[in-house]
């Protein structure tokens, strides 16, 4: 019997430790989550600040760039002190603009500074550009890292996780890398990093922390298990091992290969490892969605269960003789009591009578005197509960009053709340048309005022006589053509208006896409170079067919544009379950990858120096994206400079 009672109390005893551990591990996770959801907010202060400094055009003041150039062709800043220090690969060359980027640099050496010096668990804070050159704090001895066999003299920086990431984080958040082997002495790590944009949103390069696992498992991992054999391991959310206590060196493999059951588990796992019976926790970091996760021997636990569980029945023991003498004692405080309680029976009318007196002069309506069994007080005990009932029911009342009050304030506090958020959304509203009113009388202005100004001089050419008569025909086509290039764009103007506008534009009917796109392939029959495909047999869809001729007549002309004269143009159209896809393909001259993310943007022309001989406003790619969204379609784009573009719509099918 006294057997299967330590046995029952040893199995209690080591579900509460075992839940007693999580409560910690969970602790420690927070812990965790706090540190790095500290250094999120610092790297986010640190781009916003990036962002104005290095586009201040003052620069560092105070501030001498001395750049020492080695003979592997990279440069980098030797300098004494506690201070940061820049560098430059050796695939660039030190331009004036390179210099002027990194004397700007110099100003981020003091938050650089507070942020290493607030985060123990912090080995450097650095800024990197597209273009491979850096400013890093603590500094870097850079000849010595290349001699060393770490650091590459030409290395591209952007082709790293820490930065890559960064340039391509969606809505500019910061992000975490998992752990790799650094570029410098350092070796295993892991990084966060944040892009930096200039006022117009262009990418200027990134902000990153480094982390080493040593300071990791020193800092992040910087607790003790009451277990001697017991450890922790913090896992990344690709489920690889970002940091690991030394205990865990010898169960590293093991746990690898079950990473995905650990931390899936709702509850702690018992499993034998290395001929050990070890109990698995885990707890996620919501921050990073990194997992911690403590294994503790389980004979350890019991161990100590057990001297517990002995200490307990040996109290126990101890103290049965004295728990007989206080039962004892009990009884005879029981006999008493209950020789007052006959006493009392006699006097607590009289008592709760004066209570209740009390009680309703502090406030308190609702008493009532219990039903005495005197007879004597029957006819007391009535009267004073009909008082106090009416009592309680004028101030019930006057609660009610209250309360409908308080409804009706708090009913037009959110009332006025309401309005209040409506005037702030149509102020932003307003805020934002006027934006996009400046921005389009500024592009109108500049697109008119080249053929304006040329126009005015063929005619003062032809009103002076200076070219003579055989000139004049010439400068009236020449007139002709621009004045035909402004109506083309005010044409444009009042289209893209209408259409944004959707105000009576479109007329959707249910259209036979058969028809429509042979309707297309028999407009271009006579062109050679352009070849069109339908595949399959397509539905019907919802379509406005003038509109939709546009965008597909723009997207064919300007492959036909931007293409040698006899380069081909390949139109595929196709439908999957949710939508008919049209795919319009050229060989021509394509678009740099950095004026992608702006071709749909109105006024916005590739490379309008090397474009300015062929006609155009900049509308066209805009008119096409807004008619297909009108359709409730989508619109994307890929090309490569001297490979080609190709242009994908979807339209839904109805």
């Given at each position: ?15 509460y430790?075992t ?16 540190q790095?959801?500290?250094?999120e ?38 300098i ?19 210099r ?6 110099k ?8 942020v ?8 450097a804070?650095y ?6 050159y850096?400013?890093?704090y ?11 066999g ?41 990084s966060l ?6 006022r117009n ?5 990134i902000?990153?922390?480094?982390i080493?696992?040593?300071?990791a498992?020193?800092?992040l ?12 391991v913090l ?18 493999s093991f ?17 034998n ?28 636990i ?12 040996t ?15 009990f009884v ?17 009318p ?6 209740g ?12 005197m ?34 409908q009050?308080?409804?009706?304030v708090?009913?037009?506090t ?11 959304q149509t ?20 697109d ?8 005015l001089?063929?005619?003062?050419a ?18 002709e053509?621009?004045l ?17 506008a ?13 028809s ?21 047999d ?6 406005d ?14 492959a036909?544009?931007?293409?040698d004269a ?8 196709k ?16 678009i ?10 109105r ?24 008619i297909?969204?009108?359709?409730g ?13 190709t242009?994908t ?6």
């Open positions: 019997m006294l057997y299967t009672t330590r046995q029952q109390i040893e199995k209690a005893m080591l579900h430790i839940y007693l551990h999580q409560e910690n591990l969970d602790k420690q996770a927070a812990r965790i989550n706090e790095l959801n500290s250094l907010k610092q790297i986010r202060m640190i781009s916003t600040t990036a962002s104005f400094l290095l586009t201040e055009p003052s620069g560092y003041s105070h501030y001498e760039l001395k750049l020492t150039k080695e003979k592997e062709g990279y440069y980098w800043e030797e004494e002190g506690d201070v940061s220090n820049v560098g430059v690969s050796a695939i660039n060359k030190l331009t004036p603009e390179i002027q980027r990194l004397i700007l640099s100003a981020l050496e003091p938050v650089f500074k507070k290493v010096q607030q985060n123990a668990h912090v080995a804070i800024y990197i550009s597209p273009q491979s850096w400013r890093i603590p500094k870097m001895n850079v000849r010595q890292e290349i001699n060393n770490y650091l590459s003299p030409n290395i591209d920086l952007t082709k790293k996780d820490f930065f890559s990431l960064a340039a391509h984080s969606p809505n500019n958040e910061p992000v975490w890398t998992d752990t790799y082997v650094d570029l410098t002495h350092r070796k295993e790590m892991f990093s944040t892009p930096i944009r200039d949103g262009n990418f200027i390069g902000i990153g922390i480094d080493t696992i040593s300071q498992v020193e800092h991992l910087k607790f003790k298990f009451q277990e001697p054999s017991a450890y922790a896992i990344s959310k690709n489920h690889r091992f970002i940091a690991y206590q030394p205990k865990a060196k010898d169960d590293l746990l690898s290969s079950h990473l995905q059951t650990i931390i899936g588990a709702q509850k702690p796992i018992s499993w490892i290395n001929d050990k019976d070890k109990i698995i926790l885990c707890s996620i970091i919501p921050n990073t969605n990194w997992s911690l996760i403590s294994v503790i021997p389980k004979e350890e019991i161990d100590s269960i057990k001297q517990i569980t002995l200490q307990k029945l109290d126990y023991k101890k103290s049965f003789s004295f728990q007989f003498i206080s039962l004892l004692c005879a405080i029981i006999l008493i009591i209950s020789s007052i309680a006959i006493w009392k029976h006699f006097t607590n009289i008592k709760e009578l004066l209570e007196i009390s009680s309703v002069s502090a406030g308190n309506f609702r008493t009532k219990a039903k005495p069994s005197l007879h004597e007080f029957k006819v007391l005990h009535s009267s004073f509960n009909n008082m106090a009932k009416k009592l309680d029911d004028l101030i019930s009342n006057y609660e009610a009053l209250h309360l009050l308080e409804e009706k708090a009913e037009r959110a009332q006025l709340t309401k309005v209040n958020e409506s005037l702030k102020n932003e509203r307003l805020k934002q048309l006027e934006q996009t009113r400046r921005e389009i009388f500024e592009n109108i202005a500049h008119l005022k080249t053929p304006i100004t040329l126009v001089g063929y005619i003062e032809i009103q002076d006589g200076i070219a003579g008569k055989e000139k004049n025909e010439e400068y009236l086509k020449r007139i053509k621009h035909h290039s402004i109506n083309h764009l005010v044409k444009g103007i009042y289209e893209l208006n209408h259409i944004e959707q105000t009576n534009v479109f007329q959707f009917e249910q259209i036979d896409a058969n429509f796109f042979a309707y297309i392939q028999d407009v271009y029959k006579n062109y050679p170079n352009i070849h069109i495909s339908i595949q399959n397509l539905p019907f869809v919802k379509m067919t003038k509109y939709m001729e546009r965008a597909m007549f723009n997207l064919i002309d300007n036909l544009k931007y293409s006899h380069s081909p143009v390949e139109i595929l159209v439908n999957t379950e949710q939508s008919i896809v049209i795919v319009i393909r050229d060989f021509g001259w394509g740099p990858e950095k004026d992608l993310p702006y071709i749909f943007d006024f916005y022309r590739v490379d309008k120096a090397r474009n300015s001989h062929k006609p155009g406003n900049g509308l066209g790619l805009t008119i096409v994206k807004e297909v969204h009108a359709h379609g989508k619109i994307d784009v890929v090309s490569k400079l001297g490979e080609g573009t242009f719509i979807y339209l839904p099918i109805c």
